[in-house]
């Protein structure tokens, strides 16, 4: 953690940093750090998604209503779902990106 709150832009006040643990071409898996009150745009993405909350609190805006992730939660989403991540105080989670692999598609 201490890494990526020495990341240019964590200190350039963005409100969030993140690294890169793991790329393969399948799978991703990202640790992210917010600031207290950063909230991360509407996206989707062709991936399905697990979040895993480390520390703090997030909150996951979906298109069905918001699911609160304090410390210790986890939240699968499926590819293509819209959602947006607000960190309710400062935060720390993984982020795992799993694409199809080839020999899944037909």
Do not use: N, Y
Request: proline share 5%; net charge negative; aromatic share 2%.
């Amino acid at each position: 953690m201490d890494h990526l709150h020495q990341q240019s832009a964590w200190q350039r006040a963005r409100g969030q940093s993140s690294t890169t643990l793991v790329k393969h071409p399948d799978l991703r898996v990202i640790l992210v750090a917010m600031r207290q009150g950063e909230r991360m745009a509407q996206h989707r993405t062709a991936a399905r998604i697990a979040v895993q909350t480390l520390s703090g609190h997030i909150r996951m805006h979906l298109p069905g209503g918001s699911q609160d992730l304090p410390a210790g939660h986890l939240l699968v989403l499926d590819r293509e779902m819209h959602h947006d991540v607000e960190a309710l105080e400062e935060s720390a989670f993984l982020l795992t990106m799993a694409w199809p692999s080839q020999e899944d598609c037909p």
